[in-house]
């Protein structure tokens, strides 16, 4: 079975731009997170979304935006990038392991480098 | 919120030799999971251990949730085994994990 995929696996992006990143989960795994990770520390939570609702958030600007789709896809959005949002951006998907508890074990996507200029 | 700290921050190891690397948390958790970051920075699965005790092959690792630590052996490293461990938690009805300061290790020859 695929794991968890990402697209683009890189991008570069001006400061003030905006960027969106894809992912889609494991087939049969209904929620998706999303990480950031910069250069030197440990990944750092963003969004969660279980059957297309959003289920937690981070501490992160309102710059950052994301949705699930029907096929439990999900697209990352931040807008008016800064150089400070370069990060190697992480999507990772999970299954419940007891249905309605937030309590399951996550798989990471290979990740999107994304570069701001 | 949660403090998740893992030591030591580095590692430098023989190919062959063992280790063993801790995460300390600082509230209980209802999740504990390893990974091991490759030089491509892909997250890859080790152990999902929120108590006891789990072997795969050359690693192990053990969760004592009273006591808040979890630990993870490497035995008879290899040099595919370097890069960076990270424990990670996830608390009460939290929907998120809280990844530990991470071990970087790197085997030699």
């Known amino acids: 079975d695929a794991g968890v995929t990402q697209s683009p696996t890189h991008l570069i992006k001006t400061r003030g731009q905006h960027v969106t990143l894809r992912c889609s989960p494991i087939s049969g795994h209904k929620s998706v997170s999303w990480y950031q990770q910069v250069l030197g520390q440990g990944p750092q939570f963003i969004f969660q979304y279980y059957e297309k609702e959003e289920r937690g958030r981070g501490n992160f600007p309102d710059r950052f935006s994301a949705r699930q789709f029907p096929n439990y896809s999900s697209e990352l959005n931040v807008n008016a990038l800064l150089l400070g949002d370069s990060a190697l951006y992480l999507c990772?998907?999970?299954?419940?392991?007891?249905?309605?508890?937030?309590?399951?074990?996550?798989?990471f996507g290979p990740g999107t480098r994304l570069t701001v200029t | 919120g949660i403090q998740v700290e893992q030591s030591p921050p580095d590692l430098i190891l023989q190919e062959g030799a063992n280790s063993t690397l801790r995460c300390n948390f600082s509230d209980s958790v209802n999740n504990l999971q390893w990974f091991h970051q490759n030089p491509w920075g892909q997250l890859i699965n080790l152990f999902y251990i929120p108590s006891g005790t789990k072997q795969n092959g050359r690693l192990s690792a053990t969760t004592v949730a009273t006591e808040r630590y979890s630990l993870l052996y490497i035995s008879s490293s290899q040099t595919t085994d370097s890069g960076v461990y990270f424990c990670a938690v996830l608390t009460g009805t939290a929907s998120k994990l809280t990844f530990g300061t991470g071990t970087r290790l790197q085997v030699t020859l």
């Open positions: 990772a998907s999970s299954l419940p392991l007891t249905e309605g508890l937030a309590i399951y074990e996550q798989y």
